[in-house]
């Protein structure tokens, strides 16, 4: 009796997740316990297992959503299949010794060429056809690719997860020459350039949006509707942070097997300005008795923003305030591989009590972060810049200084404005003195 695949709770508030892809097709052989499907949730991907060994069996698509509990196909058991037999030895041999002649002997080997040449040209067929099926690629993607015979293996997706799109495969298209695509596409390639051009880049579609993005919506809208939310501004000399680097950066990679980085500095600087102002360590929340209430923390889990493929997503650096600055390092590195590789755990992505997030990465010399509800503060860095500025600070010299803006977001309801650009300064104190920060003087 086949058993049934059934998708687990993966969290006290998932209900449901969209199958992102089977990692086994109807009729494939799995293990027990090996992974048969991928399932994308609003707030992690994970890898639903086999019950049972046997037989594969899908009841729900690639894209659908289902929810938790569902059955989402079968497994047949049985034991593995068997290995093709050998191929039994040519006779030709045998009937040399007993005096076969000569011609026989040659037709059976031109019997047996064109049999191998045949089996060839299945196995190579048959492993194109499994390269392209490896490819992930929405159906109108596919159906576009096979009408004007693209490969799309050589086509790069910009969909998530690196999904292949319809507009993905118009632009391949149009970006090379008609050699390029081979029998119908050419034609169809010229087509385009000359008279369809002006329609393909008119082209809309529509892509459902993933689970993950939509939450992120979700909790980016409930963030400005439940909260007074402000934003300060300050900006802090980078030098010298960027000099103790220039000065120990080999040294320290060495000693810690880990780069120093400029994420570590700002982690250990936000700690010690949590301590000094605890309010924006804090949340608002619901009390038992249904009024409104302060929780304090006595700790310091600082969510880093990470841009995934999928989206943004902000794991949690827990205890920060007793980590070195080599562990802050390694636990920022673990992070942020586990994010690009879509291994974070429910357990990475819970909680956090203050985030910081880097746009500077992209380019970004101002922006205004918004709150990670029910997180009361958000920390913003930007690019840096070479700027005009008094140096050293009120000497009347003016100097040419790395400069870097930084903005502080925070709940209105539980910070007041005195306390949050209080909180501003004293990191930017930490950055352009990280000698006292490191020594907590």
């Not at 026989?104 to 064109?114: D, E, L, R």
């Not at 923003?305 to 920022?332: F, H, Q, Y």
Request: glycine letters at 10%.
């Amino acid at each position: 009796m086949p058993i049934d695949i059934i998708i687990p709770t993966a969290g006290e508030s998932i209900t449901s997740g969209v199958i992102s892809r089977w990692l086994k097709n109807d009729g494939d052989f799995v293990k027990r316990d090996e992974p048969v499907l991928e399932l994308e949730t609003d707030k992690v991907t994970m890898e639903i297992a086999a019950p049972a060994a046997g037989s594969v069996k899908q009841t729900a698509k690639t894209g659908e959503t289902v929810k938790i509990g569902q059955v989402v196909g079968s497994i047949a058991e049985g034991a593995a299949p068997a290995a093709t037999a050998a191929p039994a030895k040519s006779e030709a041999k045998t009937e040399a010794k007993v005096g076969s002649s000569e011609p026989k002997a040659s037709a059976q080997v031109a019997t047996a060429a064109p049999v191998a040449a045949a089996a060839g040209v299945a196995g190579s067929a048959a492993a194109e056809k499994a390269a392209v099926e490896d490819v992930r690629a929405t159906p109108l993607a596919k159906k576009l690719a096979d009408e004007n015979h693209v490969d799309l293996g050589h086509v790069v997706g910009t969909g998530a997860g690196g999904r292949i799109r319809e507009q993905d495969v118009l632009a391949y298209m149009q970006s090379h020459q008609p050699g390029s695509v081979n029998g119908a596409g050419a034609a169809a390639a010229s087509s385009a350039a000359a008279g369809g051009g002006a329609s393909a880049a008119r082209s809309v579609t529509r892509d459902r949006m993933t689970p993950l993005r939509q939450r992120i919506a979700q909790r980016l809208v409930q963030a400005q509707h439940t909260a007074a939310m402000l934003t300060t501004f300050n900006e802090v000399d980078m030098g010298p942070v960027m000099e103790l680097r220039k000065q120990y950066k080999e040294e320290f990679e060495k000693k810690h097997t880990i780069g120093l980085g400029f994420m570590g500095f700002f982690v250990k600087a936000v700690c010690t300005a949590l301590k000094a102002y605890p309010a924006v360590n804090s949340y608002i929340v619901d009390d038992d008795a249904g009024g409104i209430a302060i929780e304090r923390h006595g700790y310091c889990d600082v969510a880093i923003a990470v841009s995934t493929p999928k989206g943004l997503v902000v794991p949690v650096l827990r205890n920060a305030e007793k980590m070195s600055l080599a562990d802050v390092e390694k636990g920022i590195k673990e992070l942020a591989t586990k994010a690009k590789d879509g291994k974070l755990t429910l357990e990475d992505m819970t909680g956090g009590t203050f985030t910081i997030t880097n746009g500077g990465v992209f380019g970004s010399l101002m922006s205004t972060p918004i709150l990670n509800p029910p997180q009361s503060g958000i920390l913003g860095m930007h690019a840096i810049k070479n700027r005009p500025m008094e140096y050293p600070v009120a000497s009347g010299q003016i100097a040419i200084r790395p400069m870097m803006y930084l903005a502080h977001s925070y709940d209105h309801r539980i910070i007041d404005g005195a306390e949050a650009v209080q909180f501003l300064v004293k990191v930017k104190q930490c950055i352009e003195d990280p000698q006292r920060m490191l020594l907590e003087l």
